[in-house]
C-alpha cells in the first residue's frame, strides 16, 4: 500500500478516527500511529519487518544508555560512548550495506576480476531490498548523532522512538525526520485543529495531483525512450528528458506532500522536502530546495563535520562536495549510473565554487561586477546554466546502465529513428507545463497575493474547487498509479 | 577584545566572502537578524565561517554547539565566541 493507491482510501480513515476519537493521551495516539505504521509497513513487506523492529530496538536501547552517560563537563569522550555509537552505527549501516550493496560491490568486483583476466568470479547475490531501508536508517544514525553530541536529550520511551522511526507516511520515502524537531511532537498529545486539518488536506489534494496525474501522465513519454533510446529519435529524446525532470520532481515532491498532508492531518508537522527548486539559480541553491531532508542530513552530517574537524578533509570545501556527492549517488541506487550522477554532481559544484571565486576577484576590483550578477540577464544566464545540468545529468539517473546512458545522450544530438511514440495527445502535456510554471511562479513575490487570495476564499468556495479537481483527476489520472520513484531508493 | 571587534570581524568576512560591501546594509543594524533566513550566509557559508573563525581565535567549536540556535545571527555569533572557554583572542 502507498499513500497514492486506493487501499490508503480505506486505510486512513480508520486509523484517523481511532487516533482522535480514543483518549486525547501522546500513549493512546502514538499506539494507534505505530500499530497503523507496522501494518502499512507489512502490506510492503512482511517478512523484512523484524529487521526494521530490531534495528530500531537497538538504536533505542544505544541512546538510552547515551542518554544515561552524557559526554563530561571536560568535552573528553570515554571509550563506552563511542563504543555504543559504534554498535548503533555497525547495525544501520551494516544492514544498509548488506541489503543495498552487497549485491553491487560483489557483483562490481566480479566484473573487475573478470576484466583483468580471472577466471571464475562470484556468485551474483541476489538480496530483496527492504522498503525504506535508506530512509530510516539515516532518521535513526541522524538522532542518534544528535543524543551522542548532546543536541537532543535521549528518548525515553520505546513507543515515541519506534513511531518516530516508523511513521507510515514517511518510513517508505521521507521526509527524514529530525529527532530534534520530531520527538518532542510524539511526546505530548496534539489537538485536533481545523485550521491544520485544511492545510494538511489541502497538502494531500495537491500532492495527489502532482503524483496521480502529472507524473503518471509524463511517464508515458519516459520509459519507452529510456529503455531503448536507439529506436527514437532526437526530439523524442530531448520531450522524453524534458518529461523525467517533471516526472521526478512530481512523484517526490507529491509524495513527501501527502506525507507532510498525512502528518498535518494527525497533528504533526513533517519537514518541508521541496521549495520550487525549478526557480534555482545555482546549484548550491538547488540542492537547499531540492530533497531538502536529505541534503540537509548530508550537509550536516557529514559535510559539516568533515570539513570543520581536525583531519585531512578539515576546510576542503570542495573536496568535501565530491565525497558528499558520490555518497549522495550511492544513497539512491547500488548502480555505477548513480555514483556517475553523483561524481558530475559534485564536479559541478566544485566548478561553480571556483567560478564563484574568480568572481569575486573582480568583485574586489570593481563593484559593477557586483551590480552585473544582481543583473536580470546575469540571473537567467544562471538559471539556464543551472537547470540546464540539471536535466542533462537525469540521463544517468534515469537509464538502466552506462551504456544506455550513453546512447541517449548521443541521441540528443544525433538524428535517426523513430518520432512516433505511443501515448496520450498533446493536450495533457501543454496542460502539465502550463501547471508547472504557474506553481513556480506563484512564488514570487508579484504573484503570492494570488495565493494569499485563494486561501482567504470562504470554505464552501474552495471546498467546490478541491471537488472539481477530485472528479478531474477520476477523470484523467491513469488508473494504477501508486509506485513511486523514490521509494526503490 | 571586545564584541564591536568581533563583530567587525565577521563582516569583514561577509563583505569579502559574499556581499563585497553590503553586509552591514544586509544586517541592518539588527544583530538579532537570522543569516539564513535573510540569505545574509548560506549552510556552506557557516561551515567557511566556523572554520574562519576557529582557526583566527584558535578556539574548537563543540559538535553540541555547531548548530542553528547558537550561530545564526550576528549577535550569537560574537556571544559564542566571546564566551569560549579557550578564547584567547585573535591569532
Known amino acids: 500500500?502507498?499513500?497514492?493507491?486506493?487501499?490508503?482510501?480505506?486505510?486512513?480513515?480508520?486509523?484517523?478516527?481511532?487516533?482522535?476519537?480514543g483518549p486525547r493521551r501522546a500513549g493512546w495516539q502514538n499506539?494507534?500511529?505505530l500499530v497503523a505504521s507496522l501494518v502499512f509497513y507489512a502490506t510492503w513487506s512482511l517478512q523484512l519487518l523484524p529487521l526494521l523492529l530490531l534495528t530500531t530496538a537497538v538504536d533505542y536501547v544505544a541512546a538510552s544508555w547515551l542518554g544515561k552517560h552524557p559526554k563530561p563537563e571536560d568535552g573528553q569522550e570515554h571509550g563506552g560512548r563511542r563504543w555504543v555509537l559504534a554498535l548503533s552505527l555497525v547495525s544501520n549501516l551494516g544492514a544498509l550495506g548488506y541489503f543495498k550493496y552487497a549485491g553491487f560491490f560483489v557483483q562490481s568486483l566480479s566484473e573487475l576480476l573478470h576484466l583483468v583476466g580471472f577466471q571464475g568470479g562470484f556468485a551474483v547475490l541476489h538480496i530483496a531490498l527492504p522498503i525504506g531501508i535508506s530512509f530510516y536508517t539515516m532518521t535513526r544514525v541522524g538522532a542518534m548523532l544528535d543524543v551522542y553530541y548532546g543536541r537532543i536529550p535521549a528518548c525515553r520511551s520505546p513507543l515515541v522512538f519506534f513511531t518516530f522511526v516508523s511513521f507510515f507516511p514517511q518510513v517508505i520515502a521521507g521526509p527524514i525526520g529530525r529527532g530534534g524537531d520530531l520527538l518532542p511532537q510524539y511526546e505530548v498529545p496534539r489537538r485536533l485543529d481545523a485550521e491544520r486539518l485544511a492545510s494538511g488536506a489541502f497538502a494531500f489534494l495537491v500532492g495527489f495531483f502532482m503524483k496521480a496525474y502529472v507524473a503518471e501522465r509524463v511517464a508515458e513519454y519516459v520509459g519507452p525512450v529510456f529503455q531503448d533510446p536507439s529506436a527514437y529519435a532526437r526530439g523524442l529524446h530531448w520531450l522524453s528528458l524534458f518529461a523525467y525532470a517533471t516526472q521526478v520532481f512530481c512523484d517526490f515532491a507529491g509524495y513527501s506532500l501527502l506525507a507532510i498532508g498525512t502528518g498535518r492531518m494527525f497533528g504533526l508537522e513533517l519537514p518541508e522536502n521541496f521549495r520550487r527548486p525549478l526557480l534555482s539559480t545555482s546549484l548550491m541553491e538547488f540542492w537547499r530546495r531540492w530533497h531538502i531532508s536529505l541534503n540537509t542530513w548530508l550537509f550536516d552530517y557529514i559535510?559539516?563535520?568533515?570539513?570543520?574537524?581536525?583531519?585531512?578533509?578539515?576546510?576542503r570545501y570542495r573536496l568535501g562536495f565530491i565525497v558528499v556527492f558520490l555518497a549522495s549517488g550511492l544513497w539512491h541506487g547500488a548502480m555505477w549510473t548513480f555514483v556517475l550522477w553523483g561524481f558530475l554532481h559534485g564536479v559541478a559544484l566544485v566548478v561553480a565554487d571556483r567560478w564563484d571565486q574568480f568572481y569575486k576577484t573582480l568583485c574586489r576590483k570593481d563593484r559593477r561586477y557586483v551590480q552585473l550578477r544582481r543583473g536580470g540577464p546575469y540571473k537567467v544566464a544562471a538559471w539556464g546554466l543551472t537547470q540546464g545540468f540539471f536535466l542533462l545529468t537525469l540521463i544517468p539517473f534515469r537509464a538502466p546502465s552506462l551504456g544506455v546512458a550513453w546512447t541517449f545522450a548521443k541521441g540528443l544530438v544525433v538524428s535517426g529513428g523513430s518520432s512516433q511514440l505511443e501515448a496520450e495527445g498533446p493536450a495533457h502535456l501543454v496542460l502539465i507545463a502550463g501547471w508547472l510554471v504557474a506553481y513556480h511562479v506563484i512564488d514570487f513575490e508579484r504573484f503570492r497575493q494570488w495565493r494569499e487570495r485563494f486561501f482567504a476564499l470562504p470554505t464552501a468556495a474552495r471546498g467546490v474547487l478541491y471537488g472539481l479537481v477530485i472528479v478531474f483527476l477520476a477523470m484523467f489520472a491513469p488508473v494504477g498509479a501508486g509506485a513511486f520513484i523514490y521509494a526503490q531508493f | 577584545m571586545s564584541y564591536a571587534m568581533i563583530r567587525a570581524v565577521v563582516v569583514e568576512w561577509l563583505d569579502d566572502q559574499y556581499h563585497f560591501g553590503d553586509a552591514e546594509k544586509l544586517i541592518g543594524g539588527n544583530d538579532e537578524l537570522s543569516f539564513l533566513d535573510r540569505a545574509i550566509l548560506d549552510s556552506l557559508g557557516f561551515v567557511k565561517l566556523v572554520v574562519h573563525l576557529e582557526d583566527l581565535y584558535r578556539i574548537k567549536i563543540d559538535r553540541k554547539n555547531l548548530t542553528r540556535v547558537n550561530f545564526d545571527g550576528m549577535k550569537k555569533i560574537v556571544t559564542y565566541v566571546l564566551s569560549h572557554k579557550d578564547y584567547r583572542g585573535p591569532r
Not at chain 1, 303 to 315: D, I, L, Q, V
Open chain 1, 1 to 21: 500500500m502507498s499513500l497514492a493507491e486506493v487501499e490508503f482510501a480505506f486505510f486512513f480513515p480508520i486509523v484517523w478516527l481511532l487516533y482522535w476519537l
Open chain 1, 303 to 315: 559535510y559539516g563535520p568533515m570539513t570543520t574537524g581536525t583531519g585531512f578533509m578539515r576546510a
Open chain 1, 31 to 33: 499506539a494507534v500511529l
